[in-house]
């Protein structure tokens, strides 16, 4: 079995925030002690970290999915609860992050390189932190939010100075176990090779790595073989070493084919590649030529009669070979010296920064939309902020449902639904997902502290058939009138005839 995994799909959930504490400060001699509940714990991380001794995504493909630890709940006495632990994952250098669709969020270069892969929740505030003027007590406190849920593809591109490529079979594991201290399988059939090996060689004062990349095959660009799959792995190297068998005995091929053959392929795969951070294309990027095999009389022969043909295309030309271990030192030393060039010519690394984005003035802070569902129709609100103050919102307690509906009217909700066209009764959403909230809009609500009756309720919230203020006023003042009537006809009554 495989111990290389380059592509893998991290199922990744940051902790939940802890709930907030609804408590009352209760001592001897304090009747009127106040609120005094803490706020929940922030829900912990996930966390991606660049670690130079990690090789392969493997972990992640047996155990894809990771969660952080969640905070814990506030407590009386205004004691806070506990943050939850970042849940730190180690990735290869070179590793990429990409949504589901495809696009790139993160490019992991870099020892110690990081990035939050989902985020933790924020934790719930207590109601002592809920208290103003006009709440001084309040009977609820915010639920902790969820934490971030995301489905990342994890990809890793080898950092490699070097790629050795060529045509299953070539001999370009021999050749990096012959130049380094790896140890790749080696046998006399074609893919061998399903991973790609790394190889430190050391020339002179010089070092760097070598990536042994597996055979690619006329096709490979398209999907065809193995290529497709670690061609990618070539991106990143700054130079390309075209390992060429001068020895096989495959009809329809030599060295000259099989080198236009591979170039095309890079060429086609090149063509669609987003090249990053200013790095140089493929086609672009030094090439030598390794003539490989040449231990073997017929291969020596045919080295030699292609070898000028090469040389007149303006490629630096090696016959060696690994078993024999002949010409790998100028090898060696002519690699050392391109790499050491590509490095001085290589734009210096960006510094590692957060870019802050605030959001455009007068960008509005949620949307309301019109939508259709079978025969009816509804109204989805959508927005960071209402969407999070609905997850923070305990529905059992009618304060806190009052407190929301003092939050959506202060943030303009209730007039954006107006001119949307939302009438009494409307059906509205608040957030769009398994996850929204629906509910029935009721634009005569008033908002305000003042509707607060025994703690953990809220009069708006009643009976809603109990009569408006403005009936109530108006059966006082039918009560006054039938008062005075009767007054009235005791003191008629009273009179003489």
């Known amino acids: 079995m495989a111990n290389f995994v380059d592509r893998v799909v991290l199922h990744a959930r940051g902790g939940d925030g802890g709930h907030g504490a609804a408590s009352v400060h209760r001592e001897k001699f304090k009747p009127l002690g106040g609120p005094d509940g803490g706020n929940g714990g922030r829900g912990g991380d996930v966390v991606l970290e660049v670690d130079p001794q990690v090789t392969t995504l493997l972990d992640y493909h047996h155990a894809p999915h990771r969660r952080a630890s969640s905070g814990t709940r506030g407590m009386g006495g205004n004691r806070t609860g506990k943050d939850g632990e970042d849940l730190v994952l180690p990735v290869p250098e070179g590793t990429v992050v990409k949504t589901a669709d495809g696009q790139v969020i993160a490019d992991l270069v870099g020892a110690g390189t990081r990035f939050i892969a989902a985020a933790g929740g924020r934790g719930g505030l207590g109601n002592a932190a809920l208290a103003s003027p006009r709440r001084k007590a309040p009977g609820f406190a915010l639920l902790g939010q969820p934490g971030q849920e995301r489905d990342l593809v994890l990809e890793l591109k080898t950092v490699a100075d070097v790629a050795l490529v060529g045509f299953p079979s070539a001999g370009k594991s021999s050749l990096i176990a012959a130049m380094s201290a790896a140890r790749p399988k080696i046998a006399d059939y074609p893919f061998t090779t399903l991973v790609p090996n790394l190889g430190v060689v050391q020339a002179g004062e010089h070092r760097f790595t070598m990536a042994d990349v597996p055979g690619l095959i006329p096709g490979a660009s398209e999907g065809k073989g193995l290529g497709l799959e670690f061609l990618r792995h070539i991106e990143r190297c700054a130079v390309i070493v075209h ?5 096989t005995l495959e009809p329809g091929r030599d060295p000259i084919s099989d080198l236009d053959i591979i170039e095309e392929e ?23 030529v390794v003539l490989n095999k040449v231990d073997v009389p017929e291969a020596r022969e045919l080295a030699e009669l292609v070898r000028p043909e090469l040389e007149a295309r303006g490629m630096e030309v090696f016959e060696v070979s690994a078993v024999a271990r002949t010409g790998l030192r100028e090898l060696s030393f002519a690699l050392a010296a391109v790499v050491q060039e590509a490095r001085e010519q290589a734009p210096p690394p960006a510094p590692t920064r957060t870019v802050l984005r605030p959001a455009a003035a007068g960008d509005a802070e949620f949307t309301v939309a019109r939508r259709r569902a079978g025969d009816g129709e509804y109204f989805l609100v959508t927005g960071e902020k209402p969407e999070r103050w609905v997850q923070q919102t305990d529905f059992g307690n009618d304060e806190a449902v009052g407190f929301l509906a003092d939050r959506l009217a202060r943030l303009g909700v209730e007039e954006a639904l107006f001119r949307a066209g939302a009438e009494p009764g409307a059906e509205v959403v608040i957030g769009d997902g398994p996850d929204g909230v629906i509910f029935d809009w009721e634009p005569t609500m008033t908002t305000g502290a003042e509707h607060l009756g025994a703690r953990g309720t809220d009069a708006r919230l009643e009976d809603r058939t109990r009569p408006t203020r403005a009936e109530k006023r108006q059966e006082y003042y039918d009560r006054m009138d039938a008062k005075a009537a009767a007054r009235r006809e005791l003191q008629e009554d009273s009179w003489p005839d």
Do not use: F, N, Q
């Open 243 to 247: 390992v060429l068998d001068c020895a």
């Open 266 to 288: 890079l060429a086609a795969y090149s063509a669609d590649l987003d090249i990053e951070g200013g790095r140089v294309p493929l086609t672009e990027r030094p090439r030598l």
